[in-house]
């Protein structure tokens, strides 16, 4: 038993290293260090995804005989400590995190061909369309009709808070083919071309001001048939075992290292409440130390809960308590930059971020001004958004109910 | 020991309430806020021609009704619950209380009360944090003139103003409460630099730089370096009636939570049939309840001795910053999606939360200058014999 990386592991990393180095341009940093959520620039992802599709590495949890790596669990997650490390703007999750494997274990080969290539290449993009104004955390109460007729199914009705919708060409979504007895029949996971006639995309106003979330409106929007990912009316299959990937994953540990390391570089170069540096403020530094140390604790749970999938074991509630911990960490350090950014944290700046959409009424200023400096413009924005890690995938009431059944016996 | 309000007070309470209930509409607020005016001037007429609130707390000789500090929490409290973006703490409570304690700024009171004159203080400074009395901006006599230099930051209401209060040093060091001298100028100003800005909680500031900016000797208001003893006093009165905004805020917050999880239906019940969900709100209303007694702590003590004054203000802050902060997440948490939107009130009145939970020091802030001004118990004060 040890902590420890192995010399294979180290030699890995400096590959990675080393390709971080030599490929990150200075404008891509910008945009994964000047990010305001979780979402990167939708351009600057793209293009880095590019870079990585190049060298191979866009999709690394795949199989390796569709674009995939053979790396062991570990080097996948040096692999994405590293970029995270190195500033690296994210890639959207949808298609390769998500849709992608979905495809992959339920997929019709034509459904493979086509779009497991095109989503490698950044040509296709998908949107995810599960929330629906009135089926949030009751998913299974989704109302969103898809009726057959001839080779289609025709599809009506509303879908909400889908991120990226507006840049999105392929929407993956639950619709509802029949109803049954129970709730969680009668739905099937589809794949819509997001140009097809009837649908409107209506952009949503965040807190942050930026639009990144949207509804959409369906009116017989007619979709084929073979576009049906598994067997109609059995969607729920596919939905639950997409959500696996939604929730598990990736390791969020490094990310929130390097968030406590912002703070600390924040709260060095700001006043206290007794004049000398915040980071020096008793106050603040048991807190910060408090979070630094629920991260520490946070990264052996996750590669314990790793080394348990590396040997081929499901990770069962873990995905709940790594989620809960992991976004309610990740809030906690987003209060903390924010009171490093001192008054300054009270403008409103979004010129001076990299927010991943446009945003809504908002004019910069003609000179560019900037009130401090730029992370204080991105530490409210970071903030509000950071809000919304505890409600999707789940919400945070609700992963503590699925713990208190699965884990507790309650 | 009485909390009733005077039958004036009552009034005072009920008109505004009537008003802002009538006449002032929060998306209305909100597009004023985002336009380059950022408000809506007739607003302020109103509250001083129809409403007589911006002479409610100043003396009768320059006009206003001399009220105190419970008439400034009753009128802060009302405009918290309506999430009005014009600044009547700034412009009246800080500035106003500044104001009234210096001789001959008579005339400019007059103006606060007729609303012709809003006053934008510039206290904090690039490398003050949230401490007012750390000012490095420096004023020296130059003939009979001043001479400022130095910058300002994050000055609230400069769109609006018609007036800026600024505090710059003319002796001692940095930190040091004494050598602040008070300068009351007109906006316009030749060779002030001003950067403005939107806040996120839909208000303006601005940046100011002032590179050796001339300005004429009856500028200086009060005695020189004597600032300190007009602004701690006016200081703990803006934060009191802050609290009372606050409690405002929450009070509309609470309500809008619980009105939507009656509403909101998942699993096929009301969200708030969710036991879950029911102690998270009874948590928001216990955080209320400790902000409305912390209103009245910071209120009536504001007449005490400056000491135990300033503890009772820094507890309220103290408690409202962390109310403010639990009531205005858990607000969003339970709104779900919707919560993280402008499209409901509730977006607004969490970005207000947030700026209220850092305006004038955050928690950790008071809790020092509680910590400092409680005194020691005797053995801990004799030390180790
Ligand atoms: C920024 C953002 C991005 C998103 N992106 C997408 C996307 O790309 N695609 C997509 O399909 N969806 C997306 N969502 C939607 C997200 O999945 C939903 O918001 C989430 O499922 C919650 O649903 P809701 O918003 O309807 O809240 P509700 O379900 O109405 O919940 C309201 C409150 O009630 C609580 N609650 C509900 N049921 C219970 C219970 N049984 N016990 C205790 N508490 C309960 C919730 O925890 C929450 O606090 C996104 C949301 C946000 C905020």
Redesign the interface.
């Given at each position: 038993m040890d902590l420890e990386w192995s010399a294979a592991d180290l030699a890995f990393r400096d590959e990675v290293r080393a390709f971080l180095d030599e490929r990150l341009t200075p404008d891509l940093r910008r945009a994964g260090r000047l990010m305001t959520s979780v979402y990167a620039d939708h351009e600057a992802s793209m293009r880095w995804q590019a870079i990585l599709h190049e060298r191979g590495w866009a999709a690394p949890a795949w199989p390796v005989e569709y674009g995939g790596c053979d790396w062991t669990v570990t080097q996948h997650y040096l692999f994405s400590r590293e970029s995270i490390l190195a500033g690296a703007p994210p890639l959207s999750p949808m298609g390769i995190s998500m849709v992608a494997h979905v495809l992959i274990e339920f997929g019709t080969p034509e459904q493979k061909e086509f779009f497991l290539p095109r989503i490698l290449t950044g040509e296709v993009f998908f949107c995810q369309g599960y929330s629906e104004p009135e089926a949030g955390s009751d998913l299974a109460a989704l109302s969103m009709t898809a009726e057959a007729d001839g080779d289609d199914l025709v599809c009506t009705g509303s879908k909400i808070w889908t991120t990226h919708a507006g840049e999105a060409n392929w929407m993956f979504c639950l619709v509802r083919t029949s109803r049954a007895a129970k709730k969680q029949q009668g739905i099937t996971f589809l794949l819509i071309d997001m140009s097809s006639p009837g649908i409107e995309v209506r952009p949503l106003v965040m807190t942050s001001g930026e639009q990144i979330q949207n509804q959409e409106f369906f009116d017989h929007v007619r979709v084929p048939k073979a576009n049906v990912v598994g067997e109609i009316d059995d969607g729920w299959t596919v939905a639950k075992y997409l959500l696996e990937f939604e929730r598990g994953g990736s390791a969020a540990a490094p990310k929130l290292q390097i968030m406590a390391d912002e703070v600390a570089r924040a709260a060095a170069g700001q006043p206290g409440p007794d004049g000398r540096p915040l980071l020096e403020s008793p106050a603040f530094a048991a807190k910060l130390a408090d979070a630094r140390i629920r991260i520490d604790v946070l990264e052996v749970l996750e590669f314990r809960v790793l080394s348990a999938a590396a040997g081929g074991r499901n990770p069962g509630t873990a995905s709940s308590m790594l989620k809960i911990l992991g976004t309610e960490l990740s809030q906690t350090l987003t209060e903390l930059l924010l009171e490093a950014a001192g008054p300054r944290g009270r403008a409103y700046q979004p010129h001076a971020t990299r927010p991943g959409g446009p945003l809504a009424g908002f004019a910069p200023p003609a000179d560019g001004y900037v009130s401090g400096e730029e992370w204080q413009a991105v530490a409210p924005l970071r903030y509000f958004n950071d809000r919304a890690g505890t409600i999707y995938a789940g919400s945070n009431e609700i992963q503590r109910n699925i713990l208190a059944k699965a884990a507790l016996g309650l | 020991m009485d909390f009733s309000l005077t039958a004036e007070q009552q009034l005072l309470r009920d008109s505004l309430a009537d008003w802002l209930a009538d006449r002032y509409d929060l998306a209305r607020s909100r597009e004023a806020a985002?336009s380059e005016a950022g408000w809506q001037p007739e607003v302020w007429r109103a509250f001083a021609d129809d409403l007589g609130i911006l002479g409610a707390t100043l003396p009768e000789e320059v006009g206003g009704s001399g009220g105190g500090p419970v008439e400034a929490m009753v009128i802060a409290e009302q405009l918290g619950r309506a999430l009005v973006v014009e600044p009547y703490v700034d412009t009246v409570v800080l500035g106003g209380g500044v104001l009234r304690r210096l001789p001959g700024a008579g005339d400019v009171l007059k103006g606060v009360v007729a609303g012709s004159v809003r006053i934008a203080p510039g206290l904090?400074e690039?490398?003050?944090?949230?401490?007012a009395h750390?000012v490095a901006t420096t004023a020296r006599r130059d003939g009979g003139d001043w001479v400022l230099t130095g910058a300002k930051?994050?000055v609230p209401g400069v769109p609006q103003a018609t007036h800026l209060l600024l505090t710059a040093r003319t002796s001692g060091e940095?930190?040091d409460l004494d050598g602040i001298s008070i300068f009351l100028l007109p906006v316009e100003l030749p060779g002030l630099q001003v950067?403005?800005?939107?806040?996120?909680?839909d208000r303006h500031?601005a940046?100011l730089v002032l590179d050796d900016v001339q300005v004429p000797a009856d500028a200086l208001l009060g005695e020189e370096g004597r600032g300190w003893t007009a602004l701690a006093p006016a200081l703990d009165e803006a934060l009191a009636a802050l609290t009372a905004e606050a409690v405002g805020c929450m009070r509309t917050v609470l309500a809008d939570t619980v009105a939507y999880s009656k509403e909101r239906?998942?699993?096929?019940q009301p969200i708030g049939s969710?036991q879950?969900?029911q102690h998270r709100m009874v948590d928001m209303h216990l955080e209320v309840e400790q902000s409305v007694a912390a209103m009245y702590l910071a209120t009536l003590r504001l007449g005490a001795e400056p000491a135990e004054r300033a503890r009772a203000t820094s507890a309220a802050k103290v408690t409202v910053s962390r109310a403010a902060?639990f009531v205005g997440?858990n607000a969003?948490?339970l709104h779900?999606?919707m919560?993280?939107?402008?499209?409901l009130a509730i977006?607004h009145y969490?970005?207000r939360l947030?700026?209220i939970e850092?305006?004038l020091?955050?928690a950790?802030?008071h809790?020092?200058?509680y910590a400092s001004l409680t005194p020691k118990p005797r053995s801990a004060e004799r030390g180790e014999d």
């Open positions: - | 985002a904090l690039p490398t003050s944090g949230h401490t750390s930051a994050v940095q930190r950067h403005r800005y939107r806040t996120i909680d500031a940046d239906r998942q699993f096929g969710f879950a969900l902060r997440q969003v948490q779900g999606g919560g993280m939107t402008q499209e977006g969490f970005k947030t700026a850092y305006e020091g955050p950790d802030h809790r020092s200058r």
